[in-house]
């Protein structure tokens, strides 16, 4: 399995709900990320999680809560968010090696989750 | 503050036609990532150059990394309208201590159309 598997792929929801997104992967990988894209715009990087730990936060809204239950499961959590944070999440994953990553592999990335908030 | 610049922002081709796609880099990096984005979709990886020197070949796109200067290119050749799509390249940006977090940082972007 070398895919980054995200659920839903597709979520509506009002300023006052609380949702999750949710990302799996079975390829062994022991660094896992969220990303947040804008329309038209790159990729920005949120957080990220080596070895089941918080190792980045790039000073990320308390609005959203990341979760890294085991070394597969990666979950963010979503609450009183803006319409501001419509975009697409993005999570990816990575080896490894020595509290380094994998300077071999590249970054698997899910096919997203379309976010719009109202 | 690593910062990725790609040039140009918007490309539009003929078809048959070659061009090349820029990307620099403001601090060291020895990994530069090349990425595909079709308009809706998510990031598929291209290349992966991890050495200076590094040369890559797909199809119509070929990929080069110089970590001296600093600079990546994607070249594309004899382009056809499937290569339509945004091209982002990242780089990785170093931990507080030497290390790789494993942060890709990603350049703005270069969205490529190709035409008949």
């Known amino acids: 399995d070398t895919e980054v598997t995200q659920t839903p792929k597709h979520l509506v929801m009002g300023m006052t709900n609380k949702k999750s997104l949710k990302c799996e992967q079975h390829m062994g990988h022991r660094a896992m990320y969220w990303y947040k894209q804008k329309a038209k715009k790159p990729p920005e990087l949120m957080f990220v999680?080596?070895?089941?730990?918080?190792?980045i936060n790039e000073s990320v809204p308390s609005r959203f809560s990341p979760e890294c239950p085991n070394s597969s499961l990666l979950n963010l959590h979503l609450h009183a968010l803006q319409p501001e944070d419509s975009a697409l999440y993005l999570c990816?994953?990575?080896?490894?090696?020595?509290?380094?990553?994998?300077?071999?592999?590249?970054?698997?990335f899910g096919s997203g989750t379309r976010l719009t908030v109202v | 503050e690593l910062k990725v610049e790609q040039n140009p922002l918007f490309l539009s081709m003929q078809e048959g036609k070659n061009y090349t796609i820029y990307c620099n880099y403001s601090t060291t990096s020895d990994r530069l990532y090349w990425y595909r984005q079709d308009p809706g979709k998510s990031l598929e990886s291209l290349f992966v150059l991890l050495s200076n020197g590094a040369v890559k070949q797909e199809g119509r796109l070929m990929a080069s990394l110089d970590t001296k200067a600093r600079l990546s290119t994607l070249h594309i050749t004899a382009a056809v309208h499937d290569l339509s799509a945004t091209y982002f390249c990242a780089v990785v940006r170093r931990g507080s201590y030497g290390g790789s977090q494993g942060n890709l940082i990603f350049g703005k972007g270069t969205k490529l159309s190709v035409k008949p």
């Open positions: 990816a994953s990575s080896q490894v090696i020595r509290r380094q990553v994998d300077r071999s592999g590249g970054y698997t």
């Open positions: 999680y080596s070895y089941e730990k918080l190792s």
